[in-house]
DNA sequence: CTTGTCAGGCTAACGCTGTTAGCCTAGAGT
DNA sequence: ACTCTAGGCTAACAGCGTTAGCCTGACAAG
């Protein structure tokens, strides 16, 4: 760890991630493949206990039901965008563009984890203290100013979300977006 | 109908809109009020029909099935999205800010409505050809050039979505954040 | 006036979902 | 050797969207 363009990044650590028992551990990488290789609809309590050769039911005696199956797997989610932001922070080159570039590969890799991660309502309860908090900072560290950083995620979650929904128009040059949207983050930050 | 700042409204004129039989107007009303009032959860065939005292089946009759449904309140939530976005731009005052301001007054007005039309991906063979493009017209006509408007209207659904979604801490100074994003495409636009 | 058509309601039922209750069995601990 | 329990199982429930098929009242044609 080194630090970003503004701040050590040592100043926010990383929150433990929750505890689960290796056979919880094994259902829920077993939904995150079933997740990304079939999406989300395909996620059921059945077909994830056919992936492990037992019946839905059994599932139960390792993970209270589904949404906690779902809060793992925001988690992970959560935490891998946290960990790309931060090492985009640590690289050369301005942070906005690169915590930009970084989440925006980080979400179309994952496209079906990210969704599950980042769209409707979240149950706060059932992660780690600060997460969520901690996978932001990067903005935060990239603008040098919370209002800026809020509005520079935004953007990108906004961009993100539109593509991969496909809500673009196919002749759309997002590439050009995205360097029109990083021009005017740029300009903002360093021209108060 | 006058003009925005960049070109005359009129350029695009709004998309036919689809046209119901009397009985599945009642019934996408009735829907839109299950769905404003009770959550996208409770939008149920057999809720809908009970509130219309009739059966779920019964609907079957006027309507091709929930997407169907879903597609005309989708249209419904495009079509006053726009035509509240074209208001704006009629308005007074700079017309980057007229169209955020309007954005998310809409979208926090009808939450449910404005996360049934934005989320998820998009079957675009139910909406009337050219409407969702007519909708997001304003963007570009307050930009005046389409990159810039489509990461403005990335940054406006990121906020609005996030915003409803209740993902922002709650000490956010959310006014504040809107301003911070106007300011910066603002300088983007007038400063290239 | 009778007859035929059909719009628009109904019930029953199917396959799917998450979930619960209760049973059974193998292995660990005392 | 006895008990306890982790971790599987089946059966079942309520709710979901949807389909098939029936029925009835209104209305048009002869």
Chains 1, 2 share one sequence.
Not at 93 to 110: F, I, S, T, W
Not at 117 to 140: H, K, V
């Amino acid at each position: 760890m080194s630090q970003g363009r503004h701040a050590p990044t040592a100043l926010t650590p990383q929150p433990a991630r929750t505890q689960l028992t290796p056979r919880a551990a094994e259902i829920v990488q077993a939904a995150r493949e079933l997740l990304e290789e079939q999406g989300p609809e395909a996620l059921t309590m059945r077909a994830l206990g056919e992936r492990l050769g037992m019946r839905a039911p059994s599932i139960y005696k390792h993970l209270k039901g589904k949404e906690a199956v779902e809060a793992a797997l925001i988690e992970q989610g959560l935490a891998e965008m946290g960990a790309a932001l931060y090492a985009a922070l640590d690289g050369a080159g301005d942070p906005v563009e690169a915590v930009l570039r970084a989440y925006r590969r980080m979400a179309l890799a994952h496209p079906n984890l990210y969704r599950l991660s980042t769209g409707g309502p979240l149950n706060r309860a059932a992660l780690p203290e600060g997460l969520e908090e901690w996978a932001g900072t990067p903005f935060f560290l990239a603008c040098g100013e919370p209002q800026l950083a809020q509005a520079l995620w935004s953007f990108a979650h906004g961009m993100v979300i539109l593509e991969l929904d496909g809500r673009f128009p196919d002749s759309s040059a997002l590439d050009l977006t995205w360097r029109e949207g990083a021009r005017a983050f740029l300009a903002a930050r360093t021209a108060p």
